[in-house]
């Protein structure tokens, strides 16, 4: 838990703006190749590839440069675990309502995928491992990625650091791209609301989005519209749109008595748009419920609890802090830099459902520089 600490996500600040700004350079790169003065990109792929990107620099002292390389082998395993096409998202639906035991063992293709997928990413864990240890041995790794504050830490084996590594490749990778995916769908639909966030971003981070200007957390974290619209993208589209937890002993629910036992479904898109949290305009985006005063933190809403995009207590999200970061700066670089529409003018949203949600087959987006 120390090395989520926001004392070293600060640290972190600069690696997550110069993978944003490598991003949108090699969107750029995309324009310059085309005929015209746009082109069209799908920016959940670009948001995959960044997000992991980032994850390796910044959770692991690693580039696994899938920015520059997309067929890099990691990017290549995780498209097929999160994988958009029918079979797939069929087999994962079947897979969920299964038992675990159950699900797991199946002779499936896809069980099979998952266990060599599982392979490729210990085996990458692995030598990271490896090779940090090495480095820290011969006094020469002081990094500020979250593996090397783990491992000089002294509190985890390497095999425990394996897990780890594992554990929030999977949960801070596809994440973070689905939120960035959100916001560029968002401010498609609502251009009066990307075009006043990109007058706040070119206004107030001018240094920063100069050639080669860096990034640091006092600099970003104090935009209100900056804040209002990834709190207020993150409200509407929470990435993780349900999740499971067992109760450990006989317990009730709004007076329902639930035995122990009992699978629950935590739907934190449900409660995140639930009329009597947030108001009849809860299914809006309104960005404006964040600026009012006092509202930075809640929108508005009485309850902490009204939010569960990261869920709340002892196994909430660690990540939290980096991945707001890490959002503030993916949306900032890109939406400082580009004009984003819809490919299509009259696109109507289609949600796939999967561990993360997103816009089904991806969202194709006409990019302009401004
Ligand atoms: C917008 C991005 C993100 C969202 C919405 C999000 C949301 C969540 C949620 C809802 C959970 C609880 C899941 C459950 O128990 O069923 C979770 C767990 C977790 N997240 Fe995140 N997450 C994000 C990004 C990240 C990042 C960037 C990292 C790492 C750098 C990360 C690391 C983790 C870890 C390690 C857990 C497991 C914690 C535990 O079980 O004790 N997350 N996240």
């Known amino acids: 838990m120390p090395a989520f600490n926001f004392r070293h996500i600060k640290d972190l600040y600069p690696i997550f703006w110069s993978k944003s700004r490598e991003m949108t350079k090699k ?97 990458v864990a692995a ?23 783990a491992m000089e830490s002294g509190g985890f084996s390497d095999a425990d650091l394996v897990n780890q590594l594992m554990t929030f490749l999977a949960a801070g990778h596809e994440t973070t791209a689905s939120a960035l995916t959100w916001a560029v769908y968002c401010l498609c639909r609502n251009p009066d609301v990307q075009s006043r966030l990109r007058t706040e971003l070119r206004t107030e981070l001018a240094s920063a989005l100069a050639q080669d200007g860096t990034m640091n957390s006092t600099e970003i974290d104090r935009l209100p519209y900056l804040n209002a619209v990834l709190q207020e993208t993150m409200r509407i589209f929470p990435p993780v749109p349900l999740t499971l937890r067992e109760t450990a002993h006989d317990t009730t629910i709004q007076n329902q008595f639930v035995p122990a036992g009992t699978t629950v479904v935590i739907c934190p898109w449900a409660i995140n748009t639930s009329t009597k949290l947030w108001g009849p305009d809860a299914r809006e985006f309104t960005p404006e419920r964040w600026l009012k005063p006092g509202t930075a933190n809640t929108g508005g809403a009485e309850s902490n609890y009204a939010n569960c995009t990261f869920l709340h207590g ?48 991806g969202l194709r987006i006409r990019v302009r520089e401004v």
Request: charged share 25%; proline share 4%; with cysteine.
């Open 127 to 149: 030598s990271l491992v490896a090779e940090k240890r090495s480095k820290l041995e011969s006094g020469s790794a002081h990094g500020t990625d979250i593996l090397s504050v």
């Open 27 to 123: 969107i750029s790169e995309t324009i310059a190749a085309s005929p015209s003065t746009e082109s069209v990109i799908e920016i959940r792929e670009w948001a995959s590839r960044a997000t992991l990107d980032i994850i390796g620099v910044a959770g692991m002292g690693k580039d696994f440069d899938s920015l520059t390389n997309p067929s890099n082998e990691l990017n290549e395993t995780y498209r097929k675990i999160f994988g958009s096409d029918r079979t797939a998202q069929a087999v994962r639906v079947l897979l969920g309502l299964l038992p675990h035991w159950l699900a797991t063992r199946l002779p499936l293709q896809r069980n099979d995928e998952i266990g060599n997928a599982i392979n490729t990413v210990k085996t």
């Open 314 to 361: 002892p196994r909430s999200c660690i990540g939290k802090d980096f991945a707001k970061a890490e959002f503030a700066c993916l949306v900032a670089a890109l939406v400082a830099k580009f004009e984003l529409q819809f490919e299509d003018e009259g696109y109507v949203l289609k949600i796939q459902s999967g561990i993360t949600a997103s816009p089904k087959g």
